[in-house]
């Protein structure tokens, strides 16, 4: 594994902490730490994720109430010939709700952020995260995360 993909797998340590101190009910200024990565490290191809539509729907294995009528949910679904999987906002959505997906190799002790992207075509669109390929794997494993711009409120899914 290359120098840039560690980097970008121990930075989802700061997202883990993130996740932690909003559970305990600490006060968070945004989705996640400076650690986090950007949209543009899972577009186009990159780390082996496929841009999909934002309407692309799959099969949801997850599924979080974000409140305010919108929830973030994780999919899986053939796209391009392979079966992979995606994180989704939907509802009652504004501009600059977020979704992103976090992936790991090794079960969630590290991870990659695909994301954030965000809500950008309009209230009550969707919008989905980059889609990475599935594996049987038990240690490779996905989970869809949310941040409600209005709410100020970050929620993530249980791995999958």
Request: proline residues 2%; contains cysteine; charged residues 15%.
């Given at each position: ?43 186009g191809g990159r780390n082996g994720f496929v841009d999909i539509s934002d309407d692309a729907s799959g099969t949801v294995v997850r599924s979080i109430d974000m409140g ?93």
């Amino acid at each position: 594994m290359g120098n840039t993909m560690k980097q970008r797998l121990l930075s989802g340590l700061a997202a883990t902490v993130a996740t932690v101190s909003l559970g305990a009910g600490l006060a968070i200024a945004g989705p996640a730490g400076s650690a986090q990565a950007a949209a543009s490290d899972c577009e186009g191809g990159r780390n082996g994720f496929v841009d999909i539509s934002d309407d692309a729907s799959g099969t949801v294995v997850r599924s979080i109430d974000m409140g305010a009528g919108r929830s973030v949910t994780l999919h899986y679904g053939t796209i391009r010939g392979v079966q992979r999987g995606w994180a989704k906002i939907s509802g009652t959505t504004v501009n600059n709700d977020l979704v992103w997906m976090d992936w790991t190799t090794d079960g969630g002790s590290t991870w990659l952020q695909c994301g954030p992207f965000a809500v950008n075509r309009g209230p009550g669109t969707s919008k989905t995260s980059a889609a990475k390929s599935t594996s049987s794997n038990s240690n490779y494993r996905f989970r869809a995360c949310g941040y409600l711009k209005n709410a100020g409120q970050t929620k993530c899914t249980s791995w999958w």
